[in-house]
């Protein structure tokens, strides 16, 4: 299984980013996926959550009307744009798999175990 995040850097405020994730080694159609971020010396924040088919979608308050996330299941790829960035939203970015099994309306806020984790791109926003 491997998830590999690209697209992150550096932005001013205000800017827009585009991250990516290319999935391989497993069935990508048949999983919730998600991003979560993590701040130097903060513990991991769930940001979004999108269903296997890509149908419905759930997101943080802190970056809802902000930030979209989407999928193409045949290209095993998954997105999250990131528009009108804020300080805040700085932090290491990961696209992670729901596990098998967990419902769709617990997807919502949930943080999957870091093994199922890729290995992050770092989002940098500063004047």
């Known amino acids: 299984v491997q998830l590999v995040e690209s697209g992150g850097g550096m932005v001013q405020p205000g800017g827009s980013l585009r991250l990516s994730c290319a999935a391989s080694?497993?069935?990508?159609?048949?999983?919730?996926m998600s991003w979560v971020r993590q701040a130097p010396g903060k513990g991991p924040e769930w940001v979004s959550v999108?269903?296997?088919?890509?149908?419905?979608?759930y997101y943080a308050d802190s970056v809802k009307g902000r930030f979209t996330i989407s999928r193409d299941n045949a290209k095993n790829t998954l997105w999250l744009q990131m528009n009108n960035l804020k300080a805040e939203d700085t932090a290491l970015y990961y696209c992670?798999?729901?596990?098998?099994?967990?419902?769709?309306?617990?997807?919502?806020?949930?943080?999957?175990?870091?093994?199922?984790w890729g290995q992050g791109t770092q989002v940098t926003v500063s004047s």
């Open positions: 992670a798999r729901v596990p098998l099994g967990r419902l769709w309306r617990d997807s919502s806020g949930y943080v999957p175990p870091k093994g199922y």
């Open positions: 080694g497993f069935t990508f159609s048949t999983q919730h």
């Open positions: 999108i269903s296997s088919g890509g149908g419905s979608t």
